[in-house]
T-cell receptor, first 115, second 115 residues
Framework: EPEVTQTPSHQVTQMGQEVILRCVPI?????FYWYRQILGQKVEFLVS????????KSEIFDDQFSVERPDGSNFTLKIRSTKLEDSAMYFC?????????????FGDGTRLSIL | AQKITQTQPGMFVQEKEAVTLDCTYD???????LFWYKQPSSGEMIFLIY??????QNATEGRYSLNFQKARKSANLVISASQLGDSAMYFC????????????FGTGTSLTVIP
């Protein structure tokens, strides 16, 4: 069964550094999403992406964050000037259609640790 | 108000017994979808089951069923014949609006299956 893949599985970075989290969505999917989960807390929406542009973003997704689809297969989340509170599990998700009745398929996540 | 409320932080169930995980939701949209995801200790998010706001019958997927009570705004997950591998966090989530982008997640319920 096709799946969403995320790399790396664990990223350790010094505070203030930039990180890029990578995702390969399911190949025929058109809608892409990033979520984060701070340890012990619920999963929070960051951003959705369709047709090479952001379609929706949350309050969390400020100027520190950016997303990009650099080629036909990858979908990246860049976090500039990382802070301690950016430590979390980051999930990429994709879907082949949008709408309230469509599931999103999640990757295994990247655990980001900021030191 | 919280979009999704899961009031059971932790649940225990005997192997082979059935268990119900509670979820209530809050939305003013007529069109919405309710989803359950399983998160094992390894961290990935696994889609289990979906219920749409217009569906008249409760959703079922193998040992998973969804007890959908629209008037009460509840969408409880029922796991029948529990197995040791069912031990995990379970998240209820909602997409709202016809073209709802983001998922709203609850805080999760940690299920432990006892042999």
């Amino acid at each position: 069964e096709p799946e969403v893949t995320q790399t790396p599985s664990h990223q350790v970075t010094q505070m203030g550094q930039e990180v890029i989290l990578r995702c390969v969505p399911i190949s025929n999917h058109l809608y892409f999403y990033w979520y984060r989960q701070i340890l012990g807390q619920k999963v929070e929406f960051l951003v959705s992406f369709y047709n090479n542009e952001i379609s929706e973003k949350s309050e969390i997704f400020d100027d520190q964050f950016s997303v990009e689809r650099p080629d036909g297969s990858n979908f990246t989340l860049k976090i500039r000037s990382t802070k301690l509170e950016d430590s979390a599990m980051y999930f990429c998700a994709s879907g082949n259609r949008d709408g309230f009745n469509q599931p999103q398929h999640f990757g295994d996540g990247t655990r980001l640790s900021i030191l | 108000a919280q979009k999704i409320t899961q009031t059971q932080p932790g649940m225990f169930v005997q192997e082979k017994e059935a268990v119900t995980l509670d979820c209530t939701y809050d939305t003013s949209d007529q069109s919405y979808g309710l989803f359950w995801y399983k998160q094992p200790s390894s961290g990935e998010m696994i889609f289990l089951i979906y219920q749409g706001s217009y569906d008249e019958q409760n959703a079922t997927e193998g040992r998973y069923s969804l007890n959908f009570q629209k008037a009460r705004k509840s969408a409880n997950l029922v796991i029948s014949a529990s197995q040791l591998g069912d031990s995990a966090m379970y998240f209820c989530a909602m997409r709202e609006g016809v073209w709802g982008n983001q998922f709203y997640f609850g805080t999760g319920t940690s299920l432990t299956v006892i042999p």
